[in-house]
């Protein structure tokens, strides 16, 4: 159950788009559509953003984006704005009906 | 609407016990499974468990398996953490998480609950 591989830091002006990588096994990212993404902001529980790989939950920004190839998952935010500063996290169902996150992405908006 | 509230943290001795709980409340709590993440100070999201809306089907991280134990009351819209041998790597935030029901993963969190194992 090794952590999903994430960059540990993304950072971009507002306005402008940023992609987030999630790299895992075939065991859960590739082996399943059931990747979902994550914002948390300091001292706040995290807030879903992308479930089964590309779906928004109702009220979320339509400028978050979700992707897979292979191995890996993308999560796209695109005009970019102050309020998307946060940690990004993917996560994962896997082959051993568990669940993995992964090491988690500061989003800076310079 | 949804409502989780987390309660039970505290601070505990290496090798003692520790049963969280997590009240439910805005959605039929019978019908979706739950579970448990924890987050270790200045640290990424880490896993833990997750029971069936039965209560028939719990899977653990490889990291807790032995030790804690997951279940739930639907009778009191209830989900608990019974954690046992507490070591100083369990000391984190627990949260309770909902299902979406519709897919996998999770869907909405409580407020969390802080735990802190110390001599």
């Known amino acids: 159950q090794s952590a999903l591989t994430q960059p540990a830091s993304v950072s971009g002006s507002p306005g402008q788009s940023i992609t987030i990588s999630c790299t895992g096994t075939?065991?859960?990212?590739?082996?399943?559509?059931?990747v979902s993404w994550y914002q948390q902001h300091p001292g706040i529980a995290p807030k879903l953003m992308i479930y089964a790989v590309t779906n928004r939950p109702s009220g979320v920004s339509n400028r978050f984006s979700g992707s897979k190839s292979g191995n890996t998952a993308s999560l796209t935010i695109s005009g970019l704005q102050a309020e998307d500063e946060a940690d990004y996290y993917c996560s994962s169902y896997t082959s051993s009906s568990t669940y993995v996150f992964g090491t988690g992405t500061k989003v800076t908006v310079l | 609407q949804v409502q989780l509230v987390e309660s039970g943290g505290g601070v505990v001795q290496p090798g003692r016990s520790l049963r969280l709980s997590c009240a439910a409340s805005?959605?039929?709590?019978?019908?979706?499974?739950m579970h448990w993440v924890r987050q270790a100070p200045g640290k990424g999201l880490d896993w833990v468990a997750i029971i069936s809306y039965s209560g028939s089907d719990k899977y653990y991280a490889d990291s807790v398996k032995g030790r804690f134990t997951i279940s739930r009351d639907n009778s009191k819209n209830t989900l608990y953490l019974q954690m046992n041998s507490l070591r100083a790597e369990d000391a984190a935030v627990y949260y309770c998480a909902k299902e979406p029901g519709y897919t996998y993963g999770f869907e909405r969190w409580g407020q969390g609950t802080l735990v802190t194992v110390s001599s």
């Open positions: 075939n065991s859960e990212v590739g082996g399943y559509n059931y």
């Open positions: 805005g959605f039929t709590f019978s019908s979706y499974g």
